[in-house]
């Protein structure tokens, strides 16, 4: 299946562009050939076809804006999640007190790079890896300090924020690979190239018709579809997720005086 993921915005929206264009030049170009034979009944098969396309894309944008909307969500938890994680971190005996913050900042600092975007595969599986890795060394600071003294309610209280925050990582990771499927972006050119190509014919049987109005509806077809896509990145388009959240949790714990 392709992966139209893989590919720029802006290589997207001129091929997306030039193809519908060329689909609905088509179909002008068909319908001129036909003019003299006439369109009746046309008309309400262009409006049922045209009126699947605006459907189809408004049923794809909800999918890109719900998985936007999720992995915004995602971030803002997995931040709260940290913090918490570190806050109570000072609550443990010295030195796991301090061990744990510096593995917590660590740990912050792959959040905030990886959501800057820009990583490639195997970096991105790289920073996996490490943030596998600081996970197992702030499991092992706490559990020396349940070892210490079972009975404390600041490592019971930490072990919990650890919990949470490791689940909310895993979280994060569904969310941001949880894509609008293939199929659907391909069905929604389909439709996209099918409907064009009607609205040229259609346009084409009057030859009195310009084509600027046809024009402009492909320009604004592809531009939905663009945007659709730039929803579903997240990170790599226009429309990024707020990494605001994680810069509050870095200047937090930079304002930790222990």
Known sequence: MLELGSYPLWLIFLVTTAVIMVAAELGRWYGLRNAARGGSGLGALEGAVLGLLTLMISFTFAMALSRFDGRREAVVTEANAIGTAGLRARMLPAPMNAESLALLKDYLQIRVD????????????????????L????????????????????????????????????????????????????????????????????????????????????????????????????????????????????????????
Do not use: C
Not at 122 to 132: D, E, I, M, P
């Open 114 to 133: 990886g959501a800057r975007g820009g990583w490639t595969e195997q970096q991105r599986q790289v920073a996996l890896a490490r943030s596998g890795a």
């Open 135 to 258: 996970q197992e060394q702030l499991w092992h600071v706490a559990k020396q300090a349940a070892a210490r003294d079972n009975g404390m309610v600041p490592t019971g209280l930490y072990i919990n924020a650890l919990n949470e925050m490791f689940d909310s990582h895993e979280k994060r990771l569904a969310m941001f690979r949880d894509h609008v499927p293939s199929i659907v972006l391909l069905s929604l050119y389909g439709f996209a190239i099918v409907g064009m190509a009607l609205a040229g014919y259609s346009d084409g049987l009057d030859k009195r018709l310009i084509r600027l109005p046809i024009h402009m509806m492909v320009i604004l077809v592809a531009l939905a579809i663009a945007l659709i896509q730039d929803l579903d990145r997240s990170m790599t388009g226009f429309l990024r997720i707020d990494l605001r959240p994680l810069a509050d949790t870095v200047a937090t714990f930079e304002g930790f005086q222990d």
